[in-house]
């Protein structure tokens, strides 16, 4: 990453400075020496340039894939990347470093409605991964029980900074007066609470089942409280599509067989998450993918389904994050999807 874009990065994120500096990102991005050819041979495979918006088990069906050899099977070789947050991770496909990226796909509808690209082609996570984690609270069954308690979360417009402040404000809690949010790197956050810097943590696996390894709790589960909800979608752009249908074919078709493997297979499942996180006890891991499985975090068809995309848009829309002004049919590109599924039946 060059200076500039770094030095983007360095500062907190609104959508209107995203989307403001974005153009600038494009244009370091092509400038530097990460823009090669756009697709790469490796050994008969296509290459294909990943990014991840986070290192995490909601993204297990893209592990699974991986390590099944899914993606090979296809023909592609996945040179996978964690960016650091859904808006660098967009970013990394504004600017032409990955040929896709998974992160919030609010990020792709944003770019739309400030004139840019981005389109959305299958989802990765169908429900909010976020639960409330701490060392001191009972169970929370209202969320009027958050008044008064310091909530740490990733910064804005990460997605579970998103999710805690429209909890709040449909609690009647104003953030900042009836609730703090103490916003931290994406990943800190349950390290954050136990060191005791707030109440709360809104993280995910596998850094909640370790934290239960170390006497935290889990208080309060968003992913029932929401329902369906894309939280993670593959996001790629247009001229990708055009140049490269069937590369974007391929990559859809394998999450779209590996999120089946992922239920499918629980033990094989486990078994990816414990070479993915092999700093962590096995046994902490099994507990983050059966947590996983059992809440329906991953998800079971890449297919984007249009309450999933609702659910989404309406907490962004209420946040001011995006107008929803791009319909569904213009921004979901479900053709792949569908093929998928068709070919695997």
């Not at 400038?31 to 088990?57: D, M, Q, Y």
């Not at 699974?64 to 650091?84: C, E, W, Y």
């Not at 900042?176 to 390290?191: H, L």
């Not at 902490?284 to 848009?313: G, R």
Request: net charge neutral; proline share 5%.
């Amino acid at each position: 990453m060059t200076d500039q874009v770094r030095r983007l990065f360095s500062q907190p994120f609104t959508r209107r400075r995203f989307f403001a500096t974005s153009a600038a990102v494009v244009g370091t991005f092509a400038a530097s020496s990460l823009v090669g050819p756009r697709i790469a041979f490796a050994a008969g495979l296509k290459t294909v340039r990943f990014s991840e918006a986070v290192h995490n088990l909601g993204y297990i069906n893209l592990y699974v894939g991986m390590h099944a050899g899914i993606f090979k099977k296809n023909g592609l070789d996945m040179q996978v990347s964690a960016a650091g947050g859904d808006t660098q991770t967009f970013a990394a496909v504004l600017g032409g470093s990955a040929d896709f990226a998974i992160g919030d796909a609010t990020m792709a509808q944003i770019s739309r409605e400030n004139g840019g690209p981005g389109v959305v082609v299958g989802t990765v996570v169908q429900r909010a991964h976020y639960f409330g984690v701490s060392k001191t609270l009972q169970p929370i069954t209202d969320p009027a029980q958050f008044k008064g308690l310091k909530i740490v979360t990733s910064p804005e417009p990460n997605t579970n900074y998103s999710v805690a402040k429209r909890l709040l404000e449909k609690a009647g809690l104003k953030v900042g007066v009836d609730a703090t949010i103490v916003p931290v790197n994406p990943g800190t956050e349950i390290a954050a609470m136990l060191a005791g810097q707030a109440d709360i943590a809104i993280a995910y696996q596998p850094s909640v089942a370790a934290a239960e390894a170390q006497g935290a709790k889990v208080v309060f589960d968003f992913s029932t409280y929401i329902g369906p909800f894309c939280n993670t979608g593959i996001m790629v752009l247009p001229t990708t599509i055009q140049k490269d249908p069937e590369m974007v074919q391929a990559l859809v078709t394998s999450f779209e067989e590996a999120s089946r493997k992922t239920y499918a297979d629980p033990a094989f499942s486990k078994e990816v998450a414990r070479k993915e996180f092999p700093d962590l006890p096995g046994e902490v891991v099994d507990k983050a993918i059966d947590a996983e499985l059992k809440y329906l975090i991953p998800a079971q068809s890449v297919v984007t389904k249009t309450d999933q995309w609702k659910n989404l848009m309406d907490m962004q829309i209420y946040l001011g994050n995006a107008k929803g002004s791009i319909p569904f049919e213009q921004i979901i590109d479900n053709s792949f999807a569908d093929k998928a599924v068709a070919s695997l039946k």
